[in-house]
């Protein structure tokens, strides 16, 4: 990986990653950069947990990435345990530079450590851009996914 440097996610790290969730359409309306006390609490409650792996990218003392991995045994599957990729985002100067690949291959790794037998993400409908990214990394569209909205 060179000069980058994946680790778990750090309270200093909040702005930084909150900056990234808001950087989008998307995020922009779902975000709120002004007030970190929840996200702060988030990590609290993410850190507590050794299920979660909130992780960042980090090149030359600065976040440009991040994503959270989820661990979750089950009983589906012959018993077993899946992982699933979350809130991939790559800071804007970044883009295109390989770092995406970097993180999810670090999430498969970490997955296969962790000995999860399959990984599996979602993504918007909307970002198709992302789609093509991660076919190219093997992923498969082979379900369609639901939320509901609490």
Known sequence: ??????????????????????????GAQ?????????????????????????????????????LQLTVIPGLSRRGSTRSIIEAVRIHADERGSGLGTQLIEWAIAESRHQNCQLVQLTSDSTRTDAHRFYERLGFTASHVGFKLQL
């Open 30 to 66: 779902r975000e709120s950069p002004d007030d970190l006390t929840p996200y702060l609490a988030a990590l609290e409650r993410l850190s507590n947990d050794p299920n979660q792996h909130l992780v960042v990218a980090v090149r030359e003392g600065r976040v440009v990435g991040t």
């Open 1 to 26: 990986m060179g000069d980058l440097e994946i680790r778990a996610a750090v309270a200093d790290d909040v702005p930084a990653i909150v900056a990234m969730l808001a950087d989008d359409p998307l």
